[in-house]
Nanobody
Framework: QVQLVESGGGLVQAGGSLRLSCAQS????????MKWFRQAPGKEREFVAS????????VYAESVKGRFTISRDNAKNTVYLQMNNLKPEDTAVYYC??????????WGQGTQVTVSS
């Protein structure tokens, strides 16, 4: 079993920063990637960023490139999403998800990010 626990969300003014964390516990997989998604009210869940646990470059949605940075701490089994220069359109519930080849995503419970203008 896999557990993912997000933290770090909150309310911030436009132009501000937040850092989200996603701690993974339970079973681990050698070929897996941690991803961040977000879902704004009335919109579909969308991909934000991903990183592979074993190494390799990160991937970002165009809307967050240059502002968000995904990183990992393998010793802590934790992935971070540093979000800078936040915009009101970044307001959403942010979810981390563990992607394992051949399996559905494991999801965290989500953390709310609200950016005021």
């Amino acid at each position: 079993q896999v557990q993912l626990v997000e933290s770090g969300g909150g309310l911030v003014q436009a132009g501000g920063s937040l850092r989200l964390s996603c701690a993974q516990s339970g079973r681990t997989f050698s070929s897996s990637a941690m991803k961040w998604f977000r879902q704004a009210p009335g919109k579909e869940r969308e991909f934000v960023a991903s990183i592979i646990w074993s190494g390799g470059s990160a991937v970002y949605a165009e809307s967050v490139k240059g502002r968000f940075t995904i990183s990992r701490d393998n010793a802590k089994n934790t992935v971070y999403l540093q979000m800078n220069n936040l915009k009101p359109e970044d307001t959403a519930v942010y979810y981390c998800a563990l992607g394992v080849p051949g399996s559905p995503y494991y999801w965290g419970q989500g953390t709310q990010v609200t950016v005021s203008s």
